[in-house]
């Protein structure tokens, strides 16, 4: 590349930067303005009229949004980040114009009216998206539109918290991984131009500016340890709670117009209890990282809103995920502070600092970027006395969330949308669904029947384990009834030597270690049997009905991965 090519690139990546810098202003602005009109005006109200419009702002505008969504720009359905992330690795197309035009025009309404989601994530896919329209505009070559992708991404992080590092690292982080040097050079210049026109235009101000904290004993390490666990914990049931709720939802309310109403219905009777929940949250944010508020006030905040951003994800509600981790984290992290200061009042425990490590370590734990999250936080209050404590949380939140769900919550939405990373791409499993290895005709047990007729009917079987389900044991797969628990051979066989093959079936079955619905992926299942020492389990219709429909084996997951092979 010669000399002038360089430069043009060079002022080609400000120029991205300032405009995507302008887009995240404006946005802001948008959301703030949406606020006012919507949410904000219903919070002012009193009586019946308060619970009437607070119930039914989120309800019908949700509702309005998914139709005009599904009808005008249908690619701007899913996941923020994980639509930039599939963008960026395999189909660019779905940040084209309507997509983006929509996010950009929908977000802040949806927001506006109580959403508990976040900005940050709607504005990566606005900056992203422009940022690669501006690269074919200028006729660059598909390699350099390509990369320009990130370098929206990173400018509009940067843009939103003048955090310019933190930017580049959440891109590097979420987007590019083993990132090109070239590309990794134009997200640098790309996120100091965006927070360069953030500081010109809104003054240079931190989005959540926190005051100073610190912590005077090495035993308060205990504290923040265990603060980072639960953020795991929480964060890492989020995922997974939102994954399973969200394939029910779409099974039982295909239309998503209706599932939007219902979660915006849920989401505004959660605000009648919560009403800091609503919308995206930052004052109370930054009101808890001045140690405002106490115990109750915050863990009945964080409570509700882990309730709501659960409802909001799995019912197709736009928004990011990015400020309700912050959010959550805070909230977590101040309520346990306040909580430790009541117990030992003599140890001098300050609720800021715990509220800060929350913050970062729910981010972490959610998102799976823990560079990221200790960089956001440095970032945001300027200060490194709290490094060592937040490396801490950070790191055991994202080990404790990595135990509930193997994905973070980009990676789970990435394969909800039906896309696998380049990893998991290239597995023959990576799209088999359970249905498709089981074994559908599998010996099922009554519950009411006894051992002598368990054994009867397990004659010429030679399975570790039989499903015991609610029928009489005289029928076999789909349709056999409820799934009960699962018997082993091993307690028919010592049934049998020890004479008591009249004991009921119900006092010898046990409680599976796994159970796995029809419709999960087979990857997905696999994982979770490594997790659990495993390796099979019953299969059910659905985890809501649990009704079983067959039993899946290590030789039905050899076999199927054999005939995908060929």
């Not at 090519?5 to 959301?31: D, N």
């Not at 249908?74 to 599939?86: E, F, H, M, Q, S």
């Given at each position: 590349?010669?000399?002038?090519?360089?430069?043009?690139?060079?002022?080609?990546?400000?120029?991205?930067?300032?405009?995507?810098?302008?887009?995240?202003?404006?946005?802001?602005?948008?959301?703030?303005?949406?606020s006012?009109?919507?949410?904000?005006?219903?919070?002012?109200?009193?009586?019946?009229?308060?619970v009437?419009?607070?119930?039914?702002?989120?309800?019908?505008?949700?509702?309005?949004?998914?139709?005009?969504?599904?009808?005008?720009a249908?690619?701007?359905?899913?996941?923020?980040?994980?639509?930039?992330?599939?963008a960026y690795?395999?189909?660019?197309a779905?940040?084209?114009?309507?997509?983006?035009g929509?996010?950009?025009?929908?977000t802040?309404?949806?927001?506006?009216a109580?959403?508990?989601?976040?900005?940050?994530g709607?504005?990566?896919?606005?900056?992203s998206?422009?940022s690669?329209?501006?690269?074919?505009?200028l006729?660059?070559?598909?390699?350099i539109?390509?990369?320009?992708i990130?370098?929206?991404?990173?400018?509009?992080?940067?843009?939103?918290?003048?955090?310019?590092?933190?930017?580049?690292?959440f891109?590097?982080?979420?987007?590019l991984?083993?990132?090109?040097?070239?590309?990794l050079?134009?997200?640098?210049?790309?996120?100091?131009?965006?927070?360069?026109?953030?500081?010109?235009?809104?003054?240079?101000q931190?989005l959540?500016a926190?005051p100073?904290s610190?912590w005077?004993s090495?035993?308060?390490?205990?504290?923040?340890?265990?603060?980072?666990?639960?953020?795991?914990?929480?964060?890492g049931m989020?995922?997974?709670?939102?994954?399973?709720?969200?394939?029910?939802?779409?099974?039982?309310?295909?239309?998503?117009?209706?599932?939007?109403?219902?979660?915006?219905?849920?989401?505004?009777a959660?605000?009648?209890i919560?009403?800091?929940?609503?919308?995206?949250?930052?004052?109370?944010?930054?009101?808890?990282?001045?140690?405002?508020?106490?115990?109750?006030?915050?863990g009945l905040?964080?409570?509700?809103?882990?309730?709501?951003?659960?409802?909001?994800?799995?019912?197709?509600?736009?928004?990011?995920t990015?400020?309700?981790?912050?959010f959550?984290?805070?909230?977590?992290?101040?309520a346990?502070?306040?909580?430790?200061?009541?117990?030992?009042?003599?140890?001098?425990?300050?609720?800021?600092?715990?509220a800060?490590?929350?913050?970062?370590?729910f981010?972490?734990?959610?998102?799976?970027?823990?560079?990221?999250?200790?960089?956001?936080?440095?970032?945001?209050?300027?200060?490194?006395?709290?490094?060592?404590?937040?490396?801490?949380?950070?790191?055991?939140a994202?080990?404790?969330?990595?135990?509930?769900?193997?994905?973070?919550?980009?990676?789970q939405?990435?394969?909800?949308?039906?896309?696998?990373?380049?990893?998991?791409?290239?597995?023959?499993?990576?799209?088999?669904?359970?249905?498709q290895?089981?074994?559908a005709?599998?010996?099922?047990?009554?519950?009411?029947?006894?051992?002598?007729?368990a054994?009867?009917?397990?004659?010429?079987?030679r399975?570790v384990f039989?499903?015991?389900?609610?029928a009489?044991?005289?029928?076999?797969g789909?349709?056999?009834?409820?799934?009960?628990?699962?018997?082993?051979?091993?307690?028919?066989?010592?049934?049998?030597?020890?004479?008591?093959?009249?004991?009921?079936?119900?006092q010898?079955?046990?409680e599976?270690?796994?159970?796995?619905?029809?419709?999960?992926?087979?990857i997905?299942?696999?994982?979770q049997?490594?997790?659990?020492?495993?390796?099979?389990?019953?299969?059910?219709?659905?985890?809501?009905?649990?009704?079983?429909?067959?039993?899946?084996?290590p030789?039905?997951?050899?076999?199927?991965?054999?005939?995908?092979?060929?």
């Open positions: 590349m010669s000399l002038l090519a360089r430069r043009f690139l060079v002022f080609t990546f400000i120029g991205v930067g300032a405009v995507c810098g302008i887009l995240a202003v404006v946005f802001h602005r948008y959301v703030e303005l949406a006012r009109l919507l949410a904000g005006r219903a919070l002012e109200q009193a009586g019946w009229v308060r009437l419009l607070v119930v039914g702002t989120p309800t019908v505008v949700f509702a309005l949004l998914a139709w005009a969504i599904r009808r005008f249908p690619r701007a359905v899913g996941a923020n980040l994980a639509r930039v992330r599939i690795n395999h189909n660019p779905l940040l084209g114009a309507r997509s983006i929509a996010t950009f025009l929908a802040p309404i949806s927001l506006g109580g959403a508990p989601l976040g900005p940050e709607p504005i990566v896919v606005v900056t998206g422009v690669a329209w501006i690269g074919r505009l006729r660059l070559p598909p390699r539109v390509r990369g320009m990130p370098i929206g991404v990173a400018a509009g992080i940067a843009a939103v918290f003048n955090t310019p590092i933190t930017g580049v690292v891109a590097l982080e979420e987007i991984g083993n990132a090109e040097r070239g590309v050079g134009g997200v640098l210049v790309g996120s100091v131009a965006a927070a360069v026109v953030e500081r010109t235009l809104m003054g240079g931190p959540l926190a100073f610190t005077t090495p035993k308060e390490l205990i504290g923040f340890a265990l603060l980072g666990v639960a953020c795991g914990l929480t964060s989020v995922i997974a709670v939102t994954h399973r709720l969200k394939r029910r939802w779409t099974k039982a309310m295909p239309s998503m117009v209706a599932r939007a109403a219902l979660a915006g219905l849920a989401i505004g959660a605000g009648l919560a009403p800091e929940i609503l919308g995206v949250g930052y004052g109370s944010v930054s009101f808890w990282l001045h140690g405002g508020s106490n115990a109750y006030g915050t905040a964080f409570a509700v809103k882990v309730l709501a951003f659960t409802v909001a994800l799995s019912g197709g509600i736009i928004g990011g990015f400020a309700p981790s912050l959550l984290g805070t909230a977590l992290g101040a346990l502070g306040h909580v430790a200061r009541t117990l030992f009042p003599a140890a001098n425990i300050d609720p800021r600092a715990y800060i490590i929350g913050m970062g370590s981010f972490a734990g959610l998102l799976r970027s823990p560079i990221a999250a200790v960089l956001i936080v440095v970032e945001l209050t300027r200060d490194y006395e709290l490094i060592l404590p937040l490396m801490l949380g950070v790191s055991l994202v080990s404790v969330s990595r135990k509930l769900s193997r994905l973070s919550i980009v990676e939405q990435m394969l909800d949308e039906g896309y696998a990373e380049e990893e998991e791409a290239g597995d023959p499993l990576a799209h088999v669904r359970v249905s290895a089981m074994t005709d599998a010996v099922a047990i009554g519950i009411d029947a006894t051992l002598l007729d054994a009867r009917q397990a004659a010429g079987t399975f039989y499903p015991v389900v609610d009489n044991g005289d029928r076999e789909e349709g056999a009834g409820k799934l009960r628990g699962v018997l082993s051979r091993a307690a028919i066989d010592t049934a049998a030597r020890e004479g008591r093959l009249d004991t009921p079936v119900r010898a079955l046990q599976p270690k796994l159970v796995s619905a029809e419709d999960d992926l087979l997905d299942v696999i994982h049997m490594q997790l659990r020492g495993v390796d099979r389990c019953p299969v059910v219709d659905s985890h809501a009905a649990g009704n079983l429909v067959g039993f899946l084996s030789s039905d997951i050899l076999r199927v991965r054999l005939e995908e092979l060929e």
